[in-house]
Structures are given as structure tokens and as C-alpha cells.
């Protein structure tokens, strides 16, 4: 099984689209993030967890589902960085690979000597846009194999059908 840990603030603070977004609302950036990360997860078949530092939500401590996809809020003076750190220990075993989705230099280095791997911002942008991409692609084929009418006709015809069935002669 393969998981990815997202550092929910630094995709945030990286994202262009959420950076704006962020500024004027932080709450639906969270959720748009959060509902990215459900679509990355339903395409992938990857587990997908969000964590996000305490600082930006105050409070205690929580970890709910949202979209089908797990979401942390660390608990006050513990950092995402941490967090996903012991999120690492946790999971990461012989069949499970771990990656991490973030740009902190200092925590790659973390997660690499853990043995998890990283995605940087940009190349899980990257990854969301080529899904998006192969998406639109099986909808076309799909929408392509949509069986046509079984009696081919020419244009003329099909007009007076139309003009038939609207009323008019």
C-alpha cells in the first residue's frame, strides 16, 4: 500500500490558486486542498492524509475524515513537520511505502533518512493536473463509444424529422 502524507500549509503557501484563496479566506483553502487531496486519493487508490499545523486553528488537538480522506490538526506547539514525522514511524513497514507531499528542505531530509519518499509541491500540482488530464481523456472515449442511431440518415431528413416533431410543415 502506498500513502501520502501532505503538509496541508506548505501545498498551501506553494499552490498559486490557494495562496490567493488563503488571503482572503484560509478555511476554503483547506478545503480546497483537502478536496484535491479526495480526488488524488479516489484516482490513485493511495491513503491520503492531510496535516495541518495547530497554529493556523487553534484549539485542541483533531483528526476527523473529510471527502474520505484523513486530516490532522497537530495539537498546539506540535508542528505538522512533527507530526508527520511520527506518522512515518508508524506506517512506514516493508509493504508500505511512505510518501511526503512538501518543500520544508529540512523535513525532506527527515523523511528521507526515515525511508519515506518526497513529492514536492510542484510535481504533485503536476501529478493532479496529468489526472485531471487522463480524466478528461477516458470521458472522451467514453462519450465516443456512446452508441450513434442505428439507421443512418442525411441531413435533410433528420431537419424534416425535426420540423415534424416541433409542429411544422
Known amino acids: 500500500m502506498n500513502i501520502l502524507l501532505v503538509d ?13 484563496l488563503r488571503d482572503k479566506d484560509m478555511a476554503a483553502a483547506r ?3 483537502i478536496e484535491r487531496m479526495a480526488e488524488y486519493q479516489a484516482f490513485t487508490g493511495m ?20 471527502f474520505k480522506i484523513e486530516v490532522i490538526y497537530t495539537k498546539e506547539n506540535e ?3 512533527e507530526r508527520i514525522e511520527r506518522l512515518i514511524k508508524k506506517l512506514k513497514n516493508v509493504k508500505t511505502q511512505v510518501y511526503v507531499a512538501t518543500n520544508d528542505y529540512t523535513e525532506q531530509r527527515t523523511i528521507f533518512a526515515q525511508g519515506a519518499l ?3 509541491a510542484r510535481e504533485l500540482k503536476a501529478d493532479l493536473r ?5 480524466i478528461d481523456e ?9 452508441p450513434q442511431t442505428k439507421i443512418i440518415l442525411d441531413q435533410e431528413i433528420l431537419e424534416r424529422f425535426e420540423k ?4 411544422e410543415n
Request: glycine share 6%; aromatic share 4%; net charge negative.
Open 79 to 81: 508542528t505538522a513537520d
Open 118 to 120: 518526497r513529492i514536492s
Open 138 to 146: 477516458r470521458l472522451k472515449e467514453q462519450e465516443k463509444k456512446q
Open 130 to 134: 496529468d489526472m485531471e488530464n487522463e
Open 164 to 167: 415534424m416533431r416541433r409542429g
Open 31 to 33: 478545503d480546497l486542498l
Open 47 to 66: 491513503r491520503v492524509i492531510v496535516v495541518f499545523d495547530a497554529h493556523e486553528a487553534p484549539g485542541r488537538e483533531s483528526k476527523l475524515k473529510q
Open 8 to 20: 496541508g500549509y506548505n501545498i498551501i503557501g506553494d499552490w498559486e490558486e490557494l495562496q490567493h
